[in-house]
């Protein structure tokens, strides 16, 4: 399995990026290959994690949604990666990365019950994991260009 994109599949994300909504009739006249070229490089790109198709929310015009990043710093850096795979299954969790500088983990954070699910990621979820020395959050509290793929936990109070 191939673990870079080609130039064509560059413009299909390209094109995809844009505009999530576009069939692969319509990538394919803009990138000069057929639908079925389309299909076909779009599934292998999702198949080896590469690409998503997915519905964005822009929190700034959704009420209830609450961001956060969390700056996160470790007791011990020699189980980092493990750490990052652990923080990033939580449920209110968007993304995780390790990163350079003040932390050592950042993450950001969707919540729907405000302070209440912020209190509950760093009480209840965050404390599980263990291994954590300091955490300091910081309130989104207005943002730009900001488009959100929400954690599994976000999206199941949006069904209920």
């Known amino acids: ?25 319509k990538i394919g006249a803009a990138t000069g290959v057929t639908a079925p070229t389309v299909r076909s490089r779009l599934k292998n790109l999702m198949r080896m994690g590469a690409l998503k198709v ?3 929310v822009n929190p700034m015009r959704v009420k209830g949604l609450t961001v956060a990043l969390v700056g996160i710093s470790l007791m ?23 990163v350079t500088g003040r932390y050592d983990i950042i993450v950001e954070i969707i919540c729907r019950e405000g302070m209440d699910d912020l209190y509950a990621f760093l009480n209840r979820d965050l404390s599980q994991v263990g291994g954590i020395n300091a955490s300091e959050s910081f309130v989104v509290m207005k943002s730009r260009r900001k488009w959100l793929l929400l954690p599994d936990a976000v999206v199941e109070t949006f069904t209920q």
């Open 76 to 98: 011990s850096h020699e189980q980092l990666g493990e750490k990052l795979d652990q923080i990033g299954a939580l449920p209110r969790v968007n993304w995780a990365a390790v």
């Open 1 to 25: 399995m191939k673990n870079s994109l080609d130039s064509q599949d560059k413009r299909l994300v390209a094109e995809l990026t844009r505009d999530g909504q576009l069939s692969p009739g």
């Open 54 to 56: 997915a519905g964005l």
